[in-house]
């Protein structure tokens, strides 16, 4: 065998060497994974009514979130359209807990945290594609909210 065959040899065989892993196998591939948030947004709009007052289409927003184990979802509820506390300049104006099963908000629980004017919702009602159709009814520093309707729609 001359020097330049065995030259060659000796440099295939330890490129291919090299390639293996630790184990000297060949590493899968490896695929690219996004960063994926289960975070869903809602912005839609406020109506109930008071004794001496009507909100007519007030402007809301939520976030929410899913437990992964259950069909509950969990989040932030904002007086306004934009994801921000309406009143204060805190994180937001309250949390809220929402169960879902076959497209049926069971159960809609909201606590209010506007200061001043603390209160709790609670509803029921549709899922319908992107949209959320919730009633409630509650109380805060106003009195007693009947006939409340909220309608969101999921954004991206």
């Not at 929410?64 to 009143?87: H, I, R, V």
Request: hydrophobic content about 30%; charged content about 25%; aromatic content about 10%.
């Amino acid at each position: 065998m001359n020097t330049a065959k065995f030259v060659l040899i000796i440099f295939l065989a330890s490129t291919f060497v090299s390639c293996g892993n630790e184990d000297g196998e060949s590493d899968p591939v490896k695929e690219e994974t996004e960063d994926i948030s289960l975070e869903e947004k809602y912005s839609g709009t406020w109506s109930s009514t008071l004794p001496n007052k009507v909100y007519d289409k007030i402007a809301v927003s939520f976030i929410l979130t899913p437990d992964e184990d259950s069909n509950t979802w969990t989040g932030e509820f904002f007086f306004t359209a934009g994801y921000t506390a309406c009143c204060d300049g805190g994180k937001n104006n309250g949390t809220l807990e929402l169960v879902i099963e076959d497209n049926v908000i069971t159960s809609f629980e909201y606590d209010d945290t506007v200061p001043g004017c603390g209160g709790t919702f609670t509803g029921s009602g549709v899922v319908d594609g992107d949209i959320l159709d919730i009633d409630f009814t509650g109380s805060d520093c106003e009195g007693e909210h009947t006939q409340g309707k909220m309608q969101l729609t999921k954004r991206e």
